[in-house]
Structures are given as C-alpha cells and as structure tokens.
C-alpha cells in the first residue's frame, strides 16, 4: 500500500455545469467496486474450494460520514467466477501494532505453517503493518510484514500472535509482500519493496524469513518507491519455453499530467529459487493508461492462470474525485486479466486480455460490415442497447496503404460535451488516448492527460478491443500488447461513439460490438473477524 497515499491531493474544482450529475451515474457495472467508503490496492488475491478471494485496501467512512485518511484496513469480497461478488466483512482491521497496508494471500495447501488443523487448509494472509506512532515520532522504521490465517475460508481472520514475522531492517519504504509457494526448492518466497528495489526473502513455513537477494537497483524506472511487487512464471506463447515475470508499480506526485506517474513497470527474466534475473534494459508498463496501479495476481488459481487485477484510479487524484464526483465511495478494480508472453522481433513482451469468463456477460450484439471511409462515421446510430457497459472488437486493415489515414480512431462522447478518443497515429507511429476533457469538473490537474505510445501495426493490421462500463474504458491493442486503461466523468453520459478519420481512408476490416449484463456486488453477508 503506497505511503503517499497519505499526502493530500491538490485540488482544481471549476465547476463546468450548473447542476452536478449523480454519483450514481459513475459506479461501475462490470466492475468490482465498494459498498461505501475508500478502496485502492487490491490485496490478498487467492483461489481456493472454488472461490476467488479479493482483499484491498479500504478505509470505510467513520460515526459522522468522514474518510479517516490513513488509516487502511482489508476490505473483502469473495466470487465463484471472477464476474459476480459477495461483499464480506472487513477481514483486517488496525491493531496495536499499525494500520493494514498492502500484501497477499496464500493457500497453504501442506499446512507448512502449523495453523492449519485435520483437513482444513489454511489461508495466510501477509501484510504490511505502518506504524503511526513512530511515523509521528519521527523514526524511519515504520512499516514491517505480519501475518494472519483463516480456518474458515476467509469468513474470520486472527492475527498471528508472534507478528510481525519480518521486521524492518532499517528501511523507511519497506513493505507490500507478495508471497508464493516455489515448488522446485520446497520453501516459500517473499518478494517485498526496499526504497526503490525488491529484496527476495525465503521460509520453510511462512512464519521465519531468512534474505535472499535482491533486484532492481540499475533497472526500470526510480521516479518514486517501488510498490507491491509480484513475480510469477508464464510459458511462453507458442513454446514450451517457462520466463518469470516481476511486477513492480511506482507512484511519484511529482510528474506532469502527461507522465505515467502511477503505473506498474515490469520485467521479464528467470528465477533459480534465489536471484531474479533479467536482460531486460527497457522501462516496460503493463498498462500505458492513467488508471491501473498496485495490481496482483491470483494465488493457486486453477489450471495454471495468472490472473491479474488492478486498482482502477490513480494517486495523484483519487481523493479529489471522491470528494467531488462520486463522494460516498472511491475506487474500482480492473476487469480481471489473464496473462501471457509473446516472443515477437527478438524480444518478450507481457500481455493481458479480459478472462474469458467475460462472455457469460454477453447479451445482444451487432456485426459491423467491412467499410472504407475517410469520412466519421457514428457507430453509436447501429447500436439498439445501452453505449455502456459494451465490449468493442474492431480489425482495422491497410494501415501502410498508399491512401491510408494519418489518423483514425474512436471517439466517445457526451451531450454535454465530454470526450475520450483512442487513435493511431500514423504520421508519428504513435497509439494515443486523448482524455482531457473527460470530466465535467476539473477537480485535479493531473487527471487531464493526452497518453502517447510507440507503435506500428503489424503488416499493416490492428486489432483493439475495448470494454466501457460506465465510468471507465480498457482499450487492449493486438491481443493486449499495449493496454490502456482510463477513468473518466462526464456531465452526461457518453452516448455517441465515433470512428474518425485523418488525411485518408481507414478501413474497418470487421467489427462486433457486445452488450455486457451487468454483475452483482452484493451486500456483505454475516461473519466475523478479530
């Protein structure tokens, strides 16, 4: 859990319209978001008996309707398909020793740890503990990892009464473990941040930490502290080749609108149960948007899947928009991804997609024909549902064409005279998202941002598929190479969707558009914690 989260968020607020729209009208409807309250890193993400587990920073609203900044629990909510969710009570809480800050969850199949009893497989939750007290005093040791376990699936959480299980070794940013059971030495591996790196600890039992080593220090991108690291293996496409992946997002408040200032970089390399190695010289995102931080992925998921979930919302503004567009909650989570390696032009590369479980949202649908135009063309005229929540799935061919546009894209907009636009860029070999002027109130600077990224279609081809729910879009370009996720918030919803077109002619080589039923988020269910 970022520690800046506790530095206040500079406010713009001008209002643009007279009448402010309702917060309801930005609460997600395919996404997974809170009741009420504050929600940021998703934590503790495990798969066990059947259900996916969610955790995530959350700090609910006090007796008299205000956000305590800081002080962060572990809010909680459980699916049987990654679609639809039960919200359960908070499973973390403050205690004596901090604030709950970022980490994981674990299924300790072997019971390695003890805590477990006859059959029943213990879930462990590992976590950062931050320390107010020293903060105020002024010492730099204020954060450390503790432990607590469920017998009951997730339904109760006890503290572990040896915590913290690894303190700090006299770091002032020293937190978000991310825990994983590496079958080849039979022992636990914690990968967890040190300022500006990954430091790599192992267990026999997840209770006593012995260090590693360490990566990071001449990598990626130093812009702020590292946060809420995770490393995992995935096969490589099309080969029977095994890579490791390291996740590590950085937040710096300092960067202009335009800068990826909250985002996670990753690397890809190999892993002998002690270093993390990688050849890697490239700063690489797994998402170029504004919107996607601090993400994770499942624990023990089955057959194999790494699935991935971030924070949809930013840093450098999340405050500011809670307080003047969506007011009695913040926050939302990325539709969960599932993750692959491409092996393309000599080098790796991360992609994500929406888990395939999305099609049991499908509802009606519409084929776009193949056209050629150089003119704009209103697709929103041909769809006879809702413009949110949709899937878009688009093929466009003849990028390198003699007559080929300079520019083409889409474009959402509202009758109030709100707009996001994905394009590419041809005379600059560039895809670009273009929010500023996303929102009906300009309440952070930062949130006004023009998203512009290397790229060049493949043989003259680009596929996009693009998810908009109702405050949101996740625009994943060729199979999810380059992914883009934003929020936005429009006086009025967006009703009209666009494929424009500069200096020639695009071609739409096919086209479907889906309508997505919206999920459940229902309310918490009876259970108890300590």
Known sequence: MPLLLLCSTTLHAQQANTQ?????????????????????????????????????????????????????????????????????????????????????????????????????????????????????????????????????????????????ILPNPGLADFRDPHVFWHEPTQRWIMIVTAGKEVHLYASNNCLQWSYLSAFGSDRGSHIGPWECPDLFPLQVQGSGETKWVLLASVVNFTESPDKLATATQYFIGDFDGTKFTSDQRDTLWIDYGKDNYAGITFDNAPNGRRIFVGWMHSHQYATAAQSYTTRSWSGAATFPREMSIVHRNGAYRLTSLPVKEIAELYGKQIKLKKVQTDKTLTLSDRIPFDKAPIEMNLQFGDTDAPNAAERFGIRLKSPSGEYVSMEYDKSHDMMVVDRSHATYVQFSEPFSSIQRVPYRPIEGRST???????????????????????????????????????????????????????????????????
Request: glycine share 10%; charged share 20%.
């Open 20 to 164: 402010s729209p309702s917060p309801e009208q930005f609460r997600p409807r395919v996404h997974f978001h809170p009741e009420s309250g504050w929600m940021s890193d998703p934590n503790g993400l495990v798969y066990l008996d059947g259900e996916y587990h969610l955790c995530y920073q959350h700090i609910p609203f006090d007796e008299n309707g205000n956000l305590p900044w800081g002080e962060m629990y572990w809010g909680h909510a459980v699916s049987r398909d990654l679609l639809n969710w039960q919200h359960m009570p908070i499973a973390l809480a403050p205690d004596s020793l901090g604030y709950i800050f970022s980490g994981c969850c674990v299924a300790d199949l072997y019971n390695t740890s003890g805590l477990g009893s006859g059959e029943v497989t213990p879930l462990l939750a590992i976590f950062t503990y931050y320390d107010p007290v020293a903060a105020a005093e002024g010492r730099i040791e204020t954060q450390s990892q503790g432990l607590a376990y469920s017998l009951d699936k997730g339904r109760s959480w006890t503290k572990y009464d040896k915590n913290p």
């Open 464 to 530: 996009w598929k693009i998810l908009i729910d109702a405050a949101s879009m996740e625009f994943f370009v060729d199979d999810g190479v380059l992914v883009f996720t934003n929020v936005f918030f429009p006086g009025q919803p967006f009703d009209t969707i666009e494929l424009f077109t500069d200096g020639g002619y695009v071609t739409l080589e096919k086209g479907r558009i889906i309508q997505l039923n919206s999920i459940e988020c229902r309310p918490v269910a009876s259970a108890g914690n300590k």
